[in-house]
């Protein structure tokens, strides 16, 4: 009798699962059949008939009509109120290749160097100790093992994009210390 029972709700859960499996699957399947696959690479995506519809219904509208219909949408979207500024229509095309390369010249202006490099190319072996501890001093992060093993790899970069009167005044206390320093 016990044993009844126990198959009784073990067909009961069975039959019940089976149900929620179909109720659960009718809405995947038809979302499904209206997923679409996306189209093979090299082949132009089908257009949706309805924005080919508006397309068509703005390409065959007027010009003055184009203006109401950007009006209409400026409004609608909140979009704002953008200047148009014509190319120039009047004057030479082309201007004469003489005039062109003094334009240039004016035009493009010399470039400043920004950012600088200091590089230690060499050191006195007998302040070594004493640029060791500046090194370690003026480089964040960097214990006495970290600054032996860098001034001993000269020639090397010591900081990299840097303002020149910082790099001044890096070359400066490396200089002091002992150390052969190019600013590139």
Known sequence: MLSSRVLLRQLASCSARRMFAVEAAAPAAEAAKNLTPPPPEGVAKPVN???ENIAN???ALNLLEVSELSSLLKSKLNLPET???PQ?????ARPSA???GEEE???APKKVQTSFKVKLVKFDEKQKVALIKEVKNLLEGMNLVQA????????????????KDEAEKLKEALTK?????EIE
Do not use: H, R
């Not at 032996?148 to 303002?163: G, M, R, W, Y």
């Not at 210390?177 to 320093?181: D, F, K, Y």
């Open 49 to 51: 008939p309805k924005i």
């Open 57 to 59: 219904s703005i390409a």
């Open 83 to 85: 200047a148009f500024v």
């Open 88 to 92: 120039m229509a009047a004057g030479p």
């Open 98 to 100: 003489a005039s062109a």
């Open 105 to 107: 010249e004016e035009a």
């Open 148 to 163: 032996k093993k860098f001034v001993e790899s000269a020639p090397t970069v010591v900081k990299d994009d840097i303002p």
């Open 177 to 181: 210390a002992g150390a052969v320093i």
